[in-house]
């Protein structure tokens, strides 16, 4: 597998495997959200703003990346995804990893935090993740917002 930045060129495929998401991951609402985050990475990257996606033999199978609030000092990791017919394979799991590490590395003192919906969060616990809170209906009906914290003990 191999982890590269994002090009303007990803946007059709990290648009449908988004799409392949919907509406259990992701809420339709959001596809415009994404999409323009999408088109604000065609710009060169900050070193606090980070956006990748991922390979496995020269397929784009998913994509994922953060960004650093330096009044916070905290990372956020956003827009996290794999296209949905390839769940359950292990990328998930490596992609979330890499991430950690890219981020940890160049934010070493900072906290680690994320927010996602019910039906990510057991994996996002097993990646060490604790729920800080929950909002219930918190991006749509049905789907609640988690807050999510590493601590700091579970970082890579």
Sequence with gaps: MKVRAYQASDKTICRSMFVSNMPRFFAPHELPD????????????????????????????????????????MVRFTWGLINNALHRRGYGRFFMHYRMQHAANAFPDATLAMDTTQHSWPFFQKMGFECLSVLKDGYCAGMDRYELILPPNNKP
């Design 34 to 73: 994404f999409e323009q985050w999408l088109d604000r990475r065609v710009f060169p990257a900050l070193a606090h703003d980070q956006y990748f996606v991922m390979e496995d033999k020269g397929e784009v199978v998913g994509c994922g990346g953060y960004y650093f609030d330096p009044q916070r000092n």
